[in-house]
């Protein structure tokens, strides 16, 4: 059975009601069942279920979907384990993977990994784990933080091999978990991790996946050493404490971003839970697709060192490619889930941290400071630019020059035009050059960003389209030719679909790959448009405006009648009356509308 079919299934199955009740209070109103908003603040309820659609919705937020919808939004969910979650409650059987050989060997690397983190723990709290223990407690961790994330510690010898051999797993297995390698002289197997303190990676579900070691002897190997990548973990992807930050940062709606495991382990300790930490890897743009449906806001607290500066720009830089607003849709289970996404821009901020400390040094030092720290923390362009004179002599043309090419790279990837302006300007004054040599080099950077080897990402399915949208994107593109008019454009425009706006959000800059049919469709109305003034331009605009704007309070009025309608002729008759104060209000301002445009319509009759 496919996985579409399952999903339908699911939904036929489940008791949405029910399923909701368990944590919103529901009251039947006629057809529907109606509650508080559990994902707003509100006094009146405006929160609605229908049983018989599957479906629920807020007239407050305008948040919507079925029942995996709910589990995502409400429990934090991925759509798979969502999935698994509503199978198990419905009865419903999945389908079997492909390959059930793959499936057999990751249950088997899951239980080796269990066994070794088992293992490992029982070393640090016995009598051999002394050494590691005292290190701990000199780094600050408490016997309750230990616990928590499960550190254990790596003995020398090839202890761990003997005990899960002993289990029966095969060498090839316990290679394949990443818990031993083979020399390479002779071949022979030995236990990867050697005294070594052992921090638990795990996935979002809590499963350990891969460890990572801190030696207790710094003039043995590597100071820091992690798992090999395997079926199971693969450290561009994977972030340490993300299984414990997850509900702390869905409630927040903000993540903090360190750089070790120590300073994650003491965020947690002192009750910061939405704090996880990048695994000896740059930030990747699966990170942050990874954070990007949790969080409003990314906080990168990396060290206060060269760098940690480097890395906040090569941050900023990866960031602009998968988090600007609409550029890259969520791939999710609906459409509606795309559009959420599109319409939530995620920010990216840099904490300044004091005295040159990195975050366990100073969370150590000051436990109360950091939450300061995390609200005063600065877009990554303002870091930059802050440092420009730290780090260039200003005085000389060849300063300059290095302080240009330094900021160019993320002054570039600034989409909103206006602020793109506004951060070129500074940098002139700061280096006492002309904005225009500023802005040749911006146009010199966006050129490579072409190249073909950009990945596009993923495309859309269907090219949904708007008449109304895309004769205002034609409009405003024809606007936006004209330096002088650009400015003068309305800022409070909406769009019927979203990808208009995230096409309108991009305009003046590159447009990304996957809205590019959008923009052709868009452009190919621009030659309707072309010899229009700018005044008949901006008349224009402010028309297919108030068109849209009519276009949106239809179809709001329309959801609300249907609401009405169901409420039936036993329903609430106080909701009733507040939904058709809605329709009253609404009506008042489609009317409103008809008279800003009753002059157009009297002109067309006279001509």
């Given at each position: 059975m496919a996985v579409s079919t399952v999903t339908e299934e699911i939904k036929a199955r489940v008791d949405l009601?029910?399923?909701?009740?368990?944590?919103?209070?529901?009251?039947?109103?006629?057809?529907?069942?109606?509650?508080?908003?559990?994902?707003?603040?509100?006094?009146?309820?405006?929160?609605?279920?229908?049983?018989?659609?599957?479906?629920?919705?807020?007239?407050?937020?305008?948040?919507?979907?079925?029942?995996?919808?709910?589990?995502?939004?409400?429990?934090?969910?991925?759509?798979?384990?969502?999935?698994?979650?509503?199978?198990?409650?419905?009865?419903?059987?999945?389908?079997?993977?492909?390959?059930?050989?793959?499936?057999?060997?990751?249950?088997?690397?899951?239980?080796?990994?269990?066994?070794?983190?088992?293992?490992?723990?029982?070393?640090?709290?016995?009598?051999?784990?002394?050494?590691?223990?005292?290190?701990?407690?000199?780094?600050?961790?408490?016997?309750?933080?230990?616990?928590?994330?499960?550190?254990?510690?790596?003995?020398?010898?090839?202890?761990?091999?003997?005990?899960?051999?002993?289990?029966?797993?095969?060498?090839?297995?316990?290679?394949?978990?990443?818990?031993?390698?083979?020399?390479?002289?002779?071949?022979?197997?030995?236990?990867?991790f050697r005294d070594r303190v052992l921090f638990p990676i795990r996935d979002p579900q809590g499963h350990t996946i891969a460890f990572g070691g801190r030696a207790l002897d710094d003039a043995v190997g590597p100071k820091y050493l992690n798992s090999r990548d395997t079926l199971l973990f693969h450290k561009q992807e994977t972030l340490f404490a993300f299984d414990l930050a997850r509900k702390?940062?869905?409630?927040?709606?903000?993540?903090?971003?360190?750089?070790?495991?120590?300073?994650?382990?003491?965020?947690?300790?002192?009750?910061?839970?939405?704090?996880?930490?990048?695994?000896?890897?740059?930030?990747?743009?699966?990170?942050?697709?990874?954070?990007?449906?949790?969080?409003?806001?990314?906080?990168l607290a990396l060290d206060p060192d060269a760098a940690g500066e480097a890395a906040s720009r090569r941050a900023y830089l990866v960031a602009e490619q998968t988090l600007r607003t609409g550029m890259l849709p969520v791939v999710a289970p609906s459409r509606r889930q795309q559009r959420y996404a599109a319409d939530s821009p995620v920010s990216l901020r840099v904490m300044s941290l004091p005295d040159g400390k990195d975050p366990d040094e100073l969370i150590r030092s000051d436990p109360t400071a950091w939450p300061a720290l995390v609200r005063a923390a600065t877009p990554v362009i303002d870091f930059v630019l802050q440092r420009l004179e730290a780090r260039h002599d200003l005085t000389t043309a060849r300063g300059k020059a290095a302080a240009a090419d330094e900021v160019a790279d993320v002054l570039a990837g600034v989409a909103n035009p206006i602020e793109q302006d506004s951060y070129t300007n500074e940098v002139a004054i700061r280096l006492k050059v002309e904005p225009e040599a500023v802005r040749r080099l911006l146009r010199a950077r966006r050129q490579p960003s072409r190249s073909p080897h950009t990945p596009a990402g993923p495309q859309p399915t269907a090219l949904r389209g708007d008449a109304h949208d895309d004769y205002l994107l034609a409009l405003l593109m024809r606007l936006h030719s004209q330096r002088d008019a650009a400015s003068t454009v309305p800022t409070d425009l909406e769009f019927i679909l979203p990808e208009s706006r995230a096409l309108y959000n991009a305009l003046g800059g590159e447009i990304p790959p996957e809205l590019e049919p959008y923009a052709e469709r868009a452009r190919a109305r621009v030659a309707l448009v072309e010899r229009l003034s700018t005044r008949e331009l901006l008349s224009r605009v402010e028309e297919t405006r108030l068109w849209i704007k009519k276009e949106l309070i239809e179809r709001r009025k329309m959801e609300i009648s249907a609401v009405i309608r169901a409420l039936g002729d036993d329903g609430d008759d106080a909701e009733e009356r507040r939904l058709t104060g809605q329709l009253i209000e609404l009506a008042r301002g489609m009317a409103a509308i008809d008279q800003q445009l009753l002059p157009d319509r009297e002109s067309a009759g006279t001509r």
């Open positions: 009601v029910e399923l909701i009740g368990r944590t919103v209070e529901l009251k039947r109103v006629g057809a529907y069942y109606r509650g508080l908003c559990p994902f707003h603040a509100e006094k009146t309820p405006s929160f609605y279920v229908r049983p018989q659609a599957q479906s629920w919705h807020c007239f407050g937020c305008n948040k919507s979907g079925t029942a995996f919808d709910w589990l995502m939004e409400r429990e934090h969910l991925e759509f798979g384990e969502a999935l698994r979650t509503l199978a198990a409650l419905t009865g419903v059987s999945l389908p079997e993977r492909r390959d059930p050989g793959a499936e057999d060997q990751a249950r088997r690397l899951y239980t080796i990994l269990e066994r070794a983190q088992t293992f490992y723990s029982g070393f640090l709290w016995g009598a051999a784990g002394a050494r590691a223990r005292e290190y701990l407690q000199k780094r600050g961790l408490s016997d309750e933080a230990l616990q928590l994330f499960g550190l254990g510690y790596a003995p020398s010898g090839n202890a761990l091999l003997r005990y899960l051999e002993k289990d029966g797993f095969s060498e090839q297995e316990l290679q394949a978990a990443g818990v031993t390698g083979v020399t390479e002289d002779e071949g022979r197997p030995y236990d990867f702390p940062m869905a409630r927040e709606r903000q993540v903090v971003i360190v750089e070790g495991y120590m300073d994650a382990a003491m965020a947690h300790q002192h009750g910061y839970r939405n704090v996880v930490a990048t695994l000896g890897t740059a930030i990747t743009d699966r990170h942050l697709r990874l954070l990007r449906r949790h969080v409003d806001e990314i906080v």
